[in-house]
């Protein structure tokens, strides 16, 4: 089974940057498909990036796209996804997750149900 632990959240001024990191354990992820979701307070979950077990796509939420970046290192059987320009909108709590079920593919999920194991999250708030 595999383990996921993220880091790198913390209180961060609107207009700032910041990497959130994605450790697995119990298994190499190499060939598994990773995600980042997030969950804002009374909202519910939803999805942030995603991608492939080699690195060659990527898939982004539209309120994403042009300010955040999800890469791996399959040798270190870590994720990242780095922000940037955030804005107390990006507030919430951002879950690493890890599908099996894409093992080796090209499709990268982009629903909660497609993805087969979750970190705890790591808290993000964004604020002056």
């Known amino acids: 089974q595999v383990q996921l632990v993220e880091s790198g959240g913390g209180l961060v001024q609107p207009g700032r940057s910041l990497r959130l990191s994605c450790a697995a354990s119990?298994?190499?992820?190499?060939?598994?498909?990773m995600g980042w979701f997030r969950q804002a307070p009374g909202k519910e979950r939803e999805f942030v990036a995603g991608?492939?077990?080699?690195?060659?796509?990527?898939y982004y939420a539209a309120s994403m796209k042009r300010r955040s970046t999800i890469s791996r290192d399959n040798a270190q059987n870590t994720v990242y996804l780095q922000m940037y320009s955030l804005s107390p909108e990006d507030t919430a709590v951002y879950y690493c997750?890890?599908?099996?079920?894409?093992?080796?593919?090209?499709?990268?999920?982009?629903?909660?149900?497609?993805?087969?194991?979750w970190g705890q999250g790591t808290q993000v708030t964004v604020s002056s």
């Open positions: 997750a890890a599908s099996q079920t894409y093992n080796g593919a090209l499709y990268v999920p982009r629903t909660e149900t497609e993805y087969d194991s």
């Open positions: 119990g298994r190499t992820v190499s060939r598994y498909t």
């Open positions: 991608i492939s077990w080699n690195g060659d796509n990527a």
